[in-house]
């Protein structure tokens, strides 16, 4: 099993900056990806990014791409989300996620096997 645990976020104003962190414990070393989703009220959970621990390759949803970077340390199993130019529609709670098997496309959250608590980012207008 992988243990995943979230830390960074709060509150922030529109045009702010923030990161997120997910720290890794377990079998880190079965994962595939480390992605990110987020899921606001009332709405449903929603692909963020997402990197290979392998190969570092990265992907994003369209919405955050230029202002949104992840990142990892593999030294450390962290993997960081750094969120700059925030606007209020980035609030949601954050999760991060680990994708075990190689089936699965990577922006799909039933790709993923283990999350995080998830940790809430509110930007304020």
């Known amino acids: 099993q992988v243990q995943l645990v979230e830390s960074g976020g709060g509150l922030v104003q529109a045009g702010g900056s923030l990161r997120v962190s997910c720290a890794a414990s377990?079998?880190?070393?079965?994962?595939?990806?480390i992605g990110w989703f987020r899921q606001a009220p009332g709405k449903g959970r929603e692909f963020v990014a997402t990197?290979?621990?392998?190969?570092?390759?990265?992907d994003y949803k369209d919405s955050v791409k230029g202002r949104f970077t992840v990142s990892r340390d593999n030294a450390k199993n962290t993997v960081y989300l750094q969120m700059n130019s925030l606007e209020p529609e980035d609030t949601a709670v954050y999760y991060c996620?680990?994708?075990?098997?190689?089936?699965?496309?990577?922006?799909?959250?039933?790709?993923?096997?283990?999350w995080g608590q998830g940790t809430q980012v509110t930007v304020s207008s």
């Open positions: 377990g079998r880190t070393f079965s994962a595939y990806n």
């Open positions: 996620a680990a994708k075990t098997r190689y089936s699965g496309t990577i922006d799909s959250p039933n790709a993923y096997d283990y």
């Open positions: 990197i290979a621990l392998g190969s570092g390759i990265t």
